[in-house]
Every structure is written in C-alpha cells, then in structure tokens.
C-alpha cells in the first residue's frame, strides 16, 4: 500500500504541475473523471501497480524499480521516486 500511495502522489503531482483538469487527465490517461478524482484523494482500490506504472508512463516518466540489501535492520519499508 506504501508503494501505491507514493505512485498516486506522483501521478497527482505530475496533473498539477502541467496544470490539467482532472477531466483532461482522465482524458489523456483513458478513464473517466471520477477514477481521477479517487485516485489523488488517495483512494487506490481497484488501481494495480502495473496500472499506475501506465499512468506514469503516459505522463512521461519512466519508471525504475530498485532492489538492493538493506542497510539497516529497522524493518522499515522506503520508496524512492
């Protein structure tokens, strides 16, 4: 759930920094306005990892995933974007 917050922070961050509408967003993203709307309310039911990956993409990112040993032992779960 971690992972998927942070990829809608950056979906949403990325609509706000071109200035679009959620409706020109939906558009540009294949969806209707609401899942637009639920997605940068943070409500990610029924949004796959690899559906948000497409998002990113057709927005213009690409995306990387990175594994690596820990370096610490604190349990904690981090994302990098």
């Given at each position: 759930m971690l992972v998927k917050a942070e990829l809608a922070r950056q979906i949403s961050a990325?609509?706000?920094?071109r200035n679009m509408t959620q409706a020109d967003a939906?558009?540009?993203?294949?969806?209707?306005?609401?899942?637009?709307?639920a997605?940068?309310?943070?409500?990610?039911?029924?949004?796959?990892?690899e559906r948000m990956f497409r998002y990113l993409n057709t927005?213009?990112?690409?995306?990387e995933i990175t594994v690596k040993p820990k370096s610490s032992n604190d349990g904690r779960i981090s994302v990098v974007c």
């Open positions: 990325f609509i706000a920094a939906a558009k540009l993203l294949g969806i209707d306005q609401p899942k637009i709307s997605l940068m309310k943070g409500k990610l039911t029924g949004f796959s990892l927005l213009g990112n690409d995306i």
